[in-house]
């Protein structure tokens, strides 16, 4: 079953913040970020595992509410570079059920 | 190396003919993948190989034909597609194996496919 995710675009200024979430109505038992940017393929940013654990790097950061089966993509001081579609994908057991989500267009301007 | 390595980057086939694309990558990876994707849309999974075995068909038409040579290839035959199948044919790998825990997927630049 596909996840949910919101919004489904948004439009920042560079160095402004933004939020991507990515939902479930079923248990998760992991949460994948993935960016895309056009016409390329799209790129590996993390792995949350059940347990509310929350990761990142420089200045984009995630977390995984296992009660509410909800992933948070945190983007700090956004960048142009940070500019593409943002997937979540989500894997329901321990090595199955892996979709993608719907992306979040992510578009910086100057 | 950490390259997943696609040709062509471009197809363009009529509805009769037969072409076939091409994954490569050097990682070691256990486990290949084919993805198609839309416009505008999020990768759809078609077929998984782990450990050179056929591991998962999404209920993939028949007119599309994976094949694994060795850990390191993946090719995707295509015969008598349709206008619909056009898009764009993206490869994975990955360290781990089908069935265990999904680890980061390595994706390949893709394949364009148009069918006229």
């Known amino acids: 079953q596909q996840p949910v995710q919101s919004p489904q675009a948004v439009i920042l200024r560079e160095g402004e913040d933004a939020v991507i979430n990515c939902s479930s109505s079923?248990?998760?038992?992991?949460v994948h970020w993935y960016r895309q940017k056009h016409g390329e393929a799209p790129v590996f940013l993390m792995i949350?595992?059940?347990?509310?654990e929350q990761k990142g790097h420089e200045k984009i950061s995630a977390s995984f509410n296992e009660k509410k089966q909800q992933s948070s993509l945190y983007l700090t001081a956004s960048q142009l570079s940070y500019s593409g579609t943002y997937f979540c994908?989500?894997?329901?057991?321990?090595?199955?059920?892996?979709?993608f989500g719907p992306g979040t267009r992510l578009s910086v301007l100057p | 190396d950490t390259e997943v390595t696609q040709t062509p980057k471009h197809l363009v086939m009529g509805m009769t003919n037969k072409k076939s694309l091409k994954c490569e990558q050097h990682?070691?990876?256990?486990?290949m993948y084919w993805y198609k994707q839309k416009a505008k849309k999020p990768p759809e999974l078609m077929f998984v190989?782990?450990?050179?075995?056929?591991?998962i068909n999404e209920s993939v038409p028949s007119r599309f034909s994976p094949e694994c040579p060795n850990s390191s290839l993946l090719n995707l035959h295509l015969h008598a597609l349709q206008p619909e199948d056009s898009a764009l044919y993206l490869c994975?790998?990955?360290?781990?194996?089908?069935?265990?825990?999904?680890?980061?997927?390595?994706f390949g630049e893709g394949s364009r496919l148009t069918v006229l």
């Open positions: 994975a790998s990955s360290q781990v194996a089908w069935g265990e825990n999904t680890g980061e997927l390595f």
């Open positions: 079923k248990a998760l038992y992991s």
């Open positions: 949350l595992l059940k347990g509310g």
């Open positions: 994908g989500t894997e329901r057991t321990y090595g199955q059920n892996f979709v």
């Open positions: 990682m070691g990876h256990r486990a």
């Open positions: 190989y782990s450990y050179e075995k056929l591991s």
